[in-house]
């Protein structure tokens, strides 16, 4: 069964360096997602892709954070300037449609570490 | 903005038992989705189980259903016939039927330990 992968599984970075952090959707699905869960908190939102395009994000997704699809297959998050608080394991979710009776299918999340 | 609470960090049941994980939320929009996700360890989320709002009947999957009391704001899992495969951490979540809302808003979490 096809699933979302996600690379690397462990980030370790000092503050004040850029990271990107990778992910394969399945491959015929149309929108791309990003969560982040920070230690003993609840998984949020980040930002929906869709097209190129930004479709949605949340007020996490400052000016520091921005999305990419370099090419058919990856899709990035990038963090410019990493702070503490970024810390956070972080999670790629794709599906094939947008409503909510399209499954968001969600790889199994990079731990990013920001000393 | 909507929220989802899980009350029950942690849960324990025996192997071939019956456990209900507990989940409120709070909306004030009238078509939605709730969710059952399942986090085994170092492995991705799956769903586990869907309900659509607009539906009264309970959603079942084999061994997993949901008792949604769409009033109550209420929407548990059972699990029944517990196996070891279940052990993971459970994550009730909701999400808007609006098309331009993508976000999937999720609880804290139950980590579920099954006794052999």
């Known amino acids: 069964e096809p699933e979302v992968t996600q690379t690397p599984s462990h980030q370790v970075t000092q503050m004040g360096q850029e990271v990107i952090l990778r992910c394969v959707p399945i491959s015929n699905h149309l929108y791309f997602y990003w969560y982040r869960q920070i230690l003993g908190q609840k998984v949020e939102f980040l930002v929906s892709?869709?097209?190129?395009?930004?479709?949605?994000k949340s007020e996490i997704f400052d000016d520091q954070f921005s999305v990419e699809r370099p090419d058919g297959s990856n899709f990035t998050l990038k963090i410019r300037s990493t702070k503490l608080e970024d810390s956070a394991m972080y999670f790629c979710?794709?599906?094939?449609?947008?409503?909510?009776?399209?499954?968001?299918?969600f790889g199994p999340g990079t731990r990013l570490t920001v000393t | 903005a909507q929220t989802v609470t899980q009350s029950q960090p942690e849960m324990s049941v025996q192997e071939a038992e019956t456990v209900t994980l507990s989940c409120t939320y709070d909306t004030s929009e009238s078509d939605y989705y709730l969710f059952w996700y399942k986090q085994p360890p170092s492995r991705q989320m799956i769903l586990v189980i869907r309900?659509?709002?607009?539906?009264?009947q309970n959603a079942t999957e084999n061994r997993f259903s949901v008792n949604f009391q769409k009033a109550a704001k209420s929407f548990s899992l059972k699990i029944s016939d517990s196996q070891l495969g279940d052990a993971a951490m459970y994550f009730c979540a909701y999400r808007s039927a609006l098309t331009r809302d993508d976000k999937i808003i999720f609880g804290k979490g139950t980590r579920l330990h099954i006794l052999p």
């Open positions: 309900q659509e709002a607009y539906k009264q």
């Open positions: 892709f869709y097209n190129n395009e930004i479709s949605e």
């Open positions: 979710a794709s599906s094939w449609g947008r409503e909510g009776s399209y499954e968001q299918y």
